[in-house]
């Protein structure tokens, strides 16, 4: 961590090849995504937030998946848009070093945001009648608590150890800075980097694989109470897990594309395709998200609709 403090400089080579009507007609779109993106979420937490009926677990999560996904998509639009406006893409590496930690906050956050709500929705649908003893204050408070522990633990040992040794190279070939772009700029690497890498892609897996079966589950319930011909379990899985399933399979696609692009810009993939599928998962999930909970939830649906009523009273 020695190395913050010296005075270096990075450059972002991402848009070297862009000329200035590419990089304008990327601002036209960037800018109002990043409002959008900002307008959706602040609308959802706020909604959470003022209306009691919502202050529920599951509306509890959701206002902090869209908490990380604001955290993410600061930590990016605002200095991608001054790249696309200058010439001159340089990052202090302090700066480089905070934006590093926010967005590996998001990453990770995104994949513990998303498990806590699939254990919810199981048990929601598989175990009802012990939703309340189960999901109680306690419960609640270390669920939300490691949502956030675990990000920022795997945000600073991460981007620690790539900081372990002097920078030997200064450019940047992403649109953004985070641990593994400051890893590959360090003179050297050592065992404790690969472990600490290798025990954060494990722990993604595990995320991953206990989302899959939690909705594996899911299903395998609904169809039971199908055949059964209940249809209060198959209204839930439609209304509260159709979205969280799209949510977690956007997100795990975008994550796909970014962890992909190595291999993809080694077979010669245009600069701008290779730039934009580094920076899909930061840009897209943060939209859809709070697009398909708002669509899908019928209590958060009922309450966006009242406001639209009532902003257009006020207005005739």
Not at 108 to 131: K, W
Not at 171 to 198: M, R, T, Y
Not at 296 to 306: H, N, W
């Amino acid at each position: 961590m020695d190395n913050i403090s010296s005075p270096h400089f990075l450059t972002v080579t991402a848009l070297n090849e862009w000329g200035w009507t590419s990089r304008i007609i990327f601002f036209s779109f960037a800018l109002p995504g990043y409002l959008l993106t900002i307008v959706l979420n602040a609308t959802l937490i706020m909604i959470i937030a003022f209306e009691k009926a919502l202050h529920e677990p599951m509306y509890i999560f959701l206002c902090n998946l869209c908490v990380n996904d604001l955290c993410g998509t600061t930590g990016f639009y605002p200095r991608a848009l001054v790249y696309l406006l200058t010439e001159t893409n340089r990052i202090s590496l302090e700066e480089c070093v905070v934006q590093g930690l926010v967005i590996v906050v998001y990453a990770v956050g995104e994949f513990t945001n998303l498990s806590v709500m699939a254990v919810d929705r199981y048990i929601a649908i598989c175990q009802p009648l012990h939703y309340h003893s189960i999901m109680s204050p306690f419960t609640l408070l270390s669920l939300v608590t490691f949502i956030w522990i675990f990000p920022f633990f795997t945000c600073v040992m991460a981007v620690s150890l790539a900081l372990k040794h002097p920078l030997c190279r200064h450019d940047i070939n992403k649109l953004f800075c985070e641990h593994l772009s400051l890893l590959n700029l360090a003179c050297k690497q050592d065992i404790f980097q690969g472990i600490f890498n290798g025990f954060i892609y494990i722990s993604l897996a595990v995320f991953f694989v206990f989302v899959l079966i939690s909705c594996l589950k899911i299903i395998l319930a609904c169809y039971i109470q199908l055949k059964q011909k209940s249809k209060v379990n198959q209204e839930k899985f439609f209304s509260t897990c159709v979205p969280h399933l799209i949510s977690f399979l956007n997100y795990i696609a975008c994550v796909f594309f970014d962890s992909s692009q190595t291999e993809l810009r080694a077979k010669t993939l245009p600069r701008m395709l290779y730039t934009f599928l580094t920076v899909i998962f930061l840009i897209v999930p943060p939209v859809v998200n709070p697009v398909i909970y708002g669509i899908k939830l019928s209590p958060v649906r009922a309450k966006i609709l009242c406001i639209f009523r009532s902003f257009r009273i006020k207005n005739l």
